[in-house]
């Protein structure tokens, strides 16, 4: 069985340029998560997408959006990118909205900011 | 507020000798997960263990046990017969079921496993 991925593995980007990262959840799993790791700043919330809707987001700033696609893979979009959203960009799924189950997660995207 | 705390910056351990990972929680919900995930160096978390608030058995998997105190909230992993591949950083975290289900898995700020052959 295939696991999370995700496109591009790294994403070189300037400031206040756009950039789109990518997530395929496992077959099945129809809840996408996000997360940010950024350095010292630990793992951060972003995300909940489920069935296509928006379930939940962290506290950051609206240029973080993404959207859910019918077949479940999701796109993250970085608007008016700034030096401190240089990052691991993680993506996670799990089977559906209420499954006991652990997040299951991807290779991340390493976005750097110059 | 939900919080998990891991007080342990960096840890070193010998070869095939076992560890204790500490984690913290705090949380006044009553229906909650408690998870323990392994990131190499390459970067991808990998899901290790799982522990379920009304678990009465400390959960394990192969080398792994979670120490589950409900009553002093902490959910230590244990790793027995340490491998030069468990060298990593140690994540624990929680993810709040029921009506406090926003999704999200509440991380600490882990713990870096050096093991030394």
């Known amino acids: 069985e295939a696991g999370v991925t995700q496109s591009p593995t790294h994403l070189i980007k300037t400031r206040g340029q756009q950039a789109t990262l990518r997530c395929s959840p496992i077959?099945?799993?129809?809840?996408v998560y996000w997360y940010q790791q950024a350095l010292g700043l630990g793992l951060q919330f972003l995300l909940w997408?489920?069935?296509?809707?928006?379930?939940n987001r962290g506290n950051f700033p609206p240029r973080f959006s993404g959207r859910q696609f019918p077949n479940y893979s999701s796109e993250l979009n970085v608007n008016a990118l700034e030096l401190e959203d240089s990052a691991l960009y993680l993506c996670a799924s799990s089977p559906r909205l209420d499954s006991y189950n652990e997040q299951f997660f991807g290779p991340g995207t390493r976005l750097t900011v110059l | 507020a939900q919080k998990i705390t891991q007080t342990q910056p960096g840890m070193f351990v010998q070869e095939k000798e076992a560890v204790t990972l500490d984690c913290t929680y705090d949380?006044?919900?009553?229906?909650?997960?408690l998870f323990w995930y392994k990131q190499p160096s390459s970067g991808e978390m990998i899901f290790l263990i799982y522990q379920g608030s009304y678990d009465e058995q400390n959960a394990t998997e192969g080398r792994y046990s979670l120490n589950f105190q409900k009553a002093r909230k902490s959910a230590n992993l244990v790793i027995s017969a340490s491998q030069l591949g468990d060298s990593a950083m140690y994540f624990c975290a929680m993810r709040l079921w029921g009506t406090g289900n926003t999704g999200k898995l509440i991380f600490g700020q882990g713990t870096t496993l050096q093991v030394k052959p």
């Open positions: 077959s099945g799993h129809t809840s």
């Open positions: 949380t006044s919900d009553q229906s909650y997960g």
């Open positions: 997408y489920d069935e296509g809707e928006e379930r």
